[in-house]
């Protein structure tokens, strides 16, 4: 596109350096941005692990704006993706004044929908709370106003907040071109932007989407391009198993009668019964949810399709709503043409009858009911897991790929290159679990090391005393081993966890040690409020101790004293009745496999180098990284996994660690901040 080349564009008199006053020319940064032109010239796939602080973002960035051609950039977060598209790429697009056209294209959740919006203003009464109402207000200026109808760019309205549901649209209720405000809309606008621009920012999910509405034939959601890079790539296995599963639950059958018997009586009140109909829906959902009684009484949460007790009572409820659905989809689909809100319904209902049906084949037999007895001409479904998640008050059911490597694999174009990077990819330096799950055992793969000096800004430090974490006393004994640190410490502290209950257990544990020692300081928990809001209070209170579980273990920068202590409890393997994992076990184990070794090992490096990773970010960060699980040290496997990690300074002397600390407030000059004993 323009006559610079890589080592003139990374040089330290290069335009990065000009327009950018903490850049400073790296090696790793300049080698990964030469593999990426590679891949690109090449029409080939590249995986590059890159180590936190390579700079990566520019890496890829650069032989984009170099290059030409059209280029889709998929995240792992909607953060992420917002960070690239507003900051980035501008600033980069700005540095190296190239004429890039941009464009976000997020999934239509995430935007406005004029037709729901203009519903919900003539129905005030499905408002649940004065709150509502304000909000509703605020969209509606929004929208007006609004040039893209992102949901992001109103800070107003929280968006968990349950009202955005009610004003966006979903692929099953979007009237398309029927839509009355099908000229406004911001999902279309949004599509053709996307049609038009150079580079278009995506997250993984609306690409998982795209990905699974082609294996139907569906192709009109993401544009073609000539290169695919996937920042955050470690996330892609678990959002390509999501996306292409099947998952449907009661409250969406029940929503269904609803929606039908509103827009019946109000639109085609004159045809039938449409209360009737409803009920009929919604007495069939509750009769299938019955059926789960036996599996609820046992204590079951999570139970596999071939394990639910009394099966055969369950699969006559289960017919008996797919026939309930059938009478209701011939009824509906005769007067779908008066009204769009009878459109959407029977489009809804169509959806609906399709993923449950699909998700009860094949039967218990092996038979499926799409396939003819000849069916050697035809592809057989791919291998999946099924499973029921149940309550009292819900029922969900779930379906998975037992393995996405052929779907995913084959989606790439011969003629498209593709870029995989992520700071963790790999365990001790090996690709190989990562692209067996993904099918690129033919790609290429590189791994570039941090800059970081660990061994100086960063201590790992096991604690020799402590129990198993299978022993009752070991969330105390954590704590124990933790409190000296936090007493010293007077920066921001995390502690990570593997479990939602832990995650309550540890909190209240700290709050009490902090309270019996008179100890002024904020513990902050995951459940309180939304993740960001608790970001930001642990951010402006400089020495809060924050303890989270899953969605704390990655995408969280916090650079500085705000951070300078992580503890993880113990290790993060999957939980053992994980229904996908135990099936991929159980698979792993009739091929004649280790499933240990092959799954849940790496799983656990990865996962623990992604919690490990948010205690250095910059050159100046420094900390101390506690982990309680002593099978870490003391079993064989345990080298594969700390092996893996950042080379940090080693240690199992709590006094070492101490002393780590002190050292570093002393350099650093640290001060107490509010804590006063």
Request: charge should be negative.
């Amino acid at each position: 596109m323009f006559s610079q080349d890589l080592s003139d564009v990374f040089s330290a008199q290069g335009p990065l350096a000009e327009n950018s006053p903490h850049y400073t020319p790296r090696q790793a940064q300049m080698e990964l941005a030469q593999a990426i032109e590679q891949a690109i010239h090449d029409n080939t796939v590249l995986i590059a692990e890159a180590g936190t602080g390579t700079g990566k973002t520019w890496a890829y960035l650069v032989p984009i704006f170099l290059r030409g051609g059209k280029t889709l950039i998929s995240t792992g977060t909607r953060t992420l993706q917002d960070q690239l598209f507003r900051r980035d790429i501008p600033q980069l697009r700005k540095m190296l004044a190239v004429p890039i056209q941009l464009a976000l294209l997020k999934g239509r959740g995430n935007y406005v929908c004029h037709y729901y919006l203009d519903r919900l203003e003539y129905d005030e009464a499905a408002l649940s709370s004065r709150t509502e109402v304000q909000y509703l207000r605020e969209i509606q200026l929004f929208a007006q106003r609004s040039r893209s109808g992102d949901k992001s760019e109103l800070a107003t309205v929280p968006e968990e907040a349950e009202i955005w549901q009610r004003v966006t649209s979903t692929r099953e209720n979007c009237l398309g071109q029927d839509c009355p405000f099908v000229r406004e809309c911001f999902v279309m606008k949004a599509r053709r932007q996307a049609q038009e621009a150079d580079v278009v920012v995506v997250n993984h999910a609306l690409f998982m989407a795209d990905l699974a509405l082609r294996e139907d034939g569906i192709t009109d959601l993401l544009p073609a391009v000539d290169l695919v890079v996937f920042d955050e790539a470690h996330q892609l296995p678990d959002v390509a198993t999501r996306f292409l599963g099947t998952s449907i639950s009661l409250y969406e059958i029940t929503d269904l009668s609803r929606q039908v018997e509103v827009a019946g009586l109000g639109h085609a009140r004159d045809t039938v019964n449409w209360s009737q109909i409803a009920a009929k829906v919604q007495q069939a959902g509750r009769e299938l949810h019955l059926s789960t009684a036996p599996a609820i009484q046992q204590g079951l949460s999570r139970v596999g399709y071939f394990d639910i007790p009394e099966a055969q009572q369950f699969d006559e409820r289960l017919e008996a709503l797919l026939e309930v659905l059938d009478k209701l989809l011939q009824i509906s689909g005769m007067v779908a043409e008066r009204h769009p809100d009878l459109a959407a319904a029977h489009k809804l209902a169509l959806d609906i009858r399709a993923r449950l049906f699909q998700w009860s084949q094949p039967d218990r037999q092996g038979r499926h009911a799409y396939l003819s007895d000849d069916s050697n001409d035809q592809e057989h479904p791919e291998q999946a897991v099924r499973w029921l998640e149940i309550g009292r008050n819900f029922l969900r059911l779930h379906s998975a790929p037992l393995s996405v490597a052929g779907v995913f694999s084959r989606y790439r174009a011969q003629d498209q290159s593709w870029v995989l990077t992520s700071a963790t990819l790999t365990v001790h330096g090996d690709f190989s679990h990562f692209q067996r799950q993904l099918g690129l055992q033919s790609a290429r793969t590189q791994v570039w090391s941090s800059p970081f000096d660990y061994a100086q800004q960063g201590l790992f430090y096991v604690p020799s005393s402590l129990p198993l974490p299978s022993h009752p006393s070991f969330n105390e004994a954590f704590v124990d081993a933790l409190f000296p640190l936090l007493k010293e410490n007077h920066g921001g502290a995390l502690v990570l966890c593997t479990t939602l209950r832990a995650v309550e257990r540890l909190a209240d544990l700290l709050a009490e040690h902090f309270e019996a020692q008179g100890i002024e300081r904020t513990v902050l928990r995951q459940g309180q409020r939304s993740r960001q809001v608790l970001l930001d209070e642990f951010r402006a209170r400089k020495n809060a101790v924050l303890v989270g579980s899953a969605s704390f273990w990655e995408g969280i920068d916090l650079p500085g004293e705000s951070l300078t202590l992580v503890a993880i409890d113990k290790l993060p393997f999957a939980p053992p009745d994980d229904p996908v994992l135990e099936a991929r076990i159980n698979e792993c184990k009739a091929r004649g496999g280790n499933p240990f070794m092959e799954y849940q090992i790496p799983e656990a490096a990865i996962a623990l180098k992604q919690g490990a990773g948010r205690l250095i970010r910059t050159e100046r960060d420094w900390g101390v990284l506690l982990v309680g699980d002593t099978r870490l040290v003391d079993k064989p496997y345990g080298k594969v996994l700390w092996r893996g990690l950042p080379p940090f300074s080693r240690t199992r002397d709590p006094a070492r660690a101490l002393a780590f600390l002190r050292e570093k407030k002393s350099q650093h000059k640290i001060l107490p901040v509010e804590l006063e004993e």
